[in-house]
């Protein structure tokens, strides 16, 4: 019996990744200089709030940030124990407990695990039940709100316990907004008392408005508690470096001008950018070049799928709204259609149908408390750029190539 032998070579694996934060170190595109930063300033004992829209990095950069954190930069600023707390799921006292509790429970490292179920164990012998009971795996009965507030406070200041300098990420932080039962006060009692001078906090935040009022308002808890930094667009070369290593060491090689052209159609936004790539990756031959047809033909693709829903659905909400949504959706598609710069010219209150300028900055400020649009020098600016093309190719009234001239926008 003769038996033939099939040789097959390796096979290369789409290296860009856009459906969930970044854990490799290698796949993390210009946070290094921003994270060395952030982690000596907690190092120094100062609080930090860092700001960043949606799907632009927030929790990839806090992967950097706690390996940076793990690093001994010198006495003055040693290694810190990390604990990083997802409060997306924080809606009441106790979903803010279990958020906690996954955050111990799955802990990367082991001595912090270990370390964190024996506090748990004297932690449930002083209030007196299982976090379980909390957490609703078992039925609860009996349990006052005033007993899951002591137990939240009980649960955080144990993180203070966990290591003799310790930093707590809360990721989300601005979901608390909308959390009853004041969760902000027992933070501030809990991890920001003269007992605890050897923790520093992180908050996150994607809504910035939400996140700033929490911070900036003189009658919140943990008002003028930390330092405000807005997370950092990574720069187009830094970018632009990352793509060229990582088409051609998969065997899929890009020209200058094709980086150049995808970059510049996803305006270096993180998410958008690693999935227009993933795109191009996949429509490619091996051992071709990659060119800006290619780019081109990727992003029509990209726009004409799944996420197509994901915009309609956003449409959708606000189409189906009062007065207020449907002003917002106008403004939408101004933004999309005109740019950012005078937007309440005469012209554009009549052609998107407002009834006066007032209206289309009122929905643009809606809209920034959505997470949907930035004010960023002066210019109004949609957050995902995917979107706001997207919007201008549906838009019956965006100026497109074979126009005769732009409308005048009229003064101010």
Known sequence: MVRLRCTIGPVA??????????????????????????????????????????????????????????QDHGDDAPAHAVIRVNLQRAFSIPAFIACVHDALTSHPEKKIRREARSQMSTLQKEIGFDIKVIKGA????????????????????????????????????QRLNRCPANPLSIIRSALMSGATNHVSLVLTGSIREALKMMLEN??????????????????HADFFEYLDFNFEATGRRAD??????????????????????????????????????????AYNTLLAGSESSEFETTLEVLANGGDAE??????????????????TSRSNVALYGFTSRSLITG??????????????????????????????????????????????????
């Not at 003189?218 to 720069?235: D, H, K, R, T």
């Not at 449907?326 to 740019?339: C, Q």
């Open 13 to 70: 694996v789409n290296p860009f990744v856009w459906t969930r934060p970044l854990d490799d170190p290698a796949k993390i595109v210009g946070m290094d200089g921003f994270s060395k930063e952030v982690s000596l300033i907690l190092k120094g004992q100062t609080n930090v709030a860092i700001f960043g829209p949606r799907d632009t990095g927030k929790t990839t950069f806090t992967t950097q940030l706690a390996r940076e954190l793990e």
């Open 138 to 173: 078992v039925k609860r009965t009996g349990v006052t709100a005033q007993q899951d507030a002591e137990a939240l406070h009980a649960q955080l200041a144990s993180l203070a316990r966990l290591g003799t300098h310790v930093v707590v990420i809360f990721d989300e932080f």
């Open 218 to 235: 003189n009658e919140e808890p943990i008002f003028g508690e930390a330092v405000q930094m807005q997370l950092p667009e990574i720069p």
């Open 256 to 297: 200058e001008e094709a980086l150049d052209h995808l970059l510049n159609l996803t305006e270096c936004h993180p998410k958008r950018t690693q999935q227009l790539a993933w795109v191009v990756w996949n429509e490619a031959k091996p051992n071709g070049m990659i060119g800006v047809v290619a780019v081109n033909a």
């Open 326 to 343: 449907a002003n917002e959706l106008r403004a939408l598609y101004l933004l999309a259609d005109r740019g950012g710069a005078n937007l």
């Open 363 to 412: 929905a643009l400020q809606r809209l920034v408390r959505r997470g949907l649009v930035e004010h960023r020098a002066s210019r109004w600016v949609i957050v995902d750029p995917l979107l706001g093309e997207w919007l201008r190719r549906q838009s019956p009234l965006a100026l497109r190539v074979g126009d005769v001239g732009e409308l005048d926008p009229g003064p101010e």
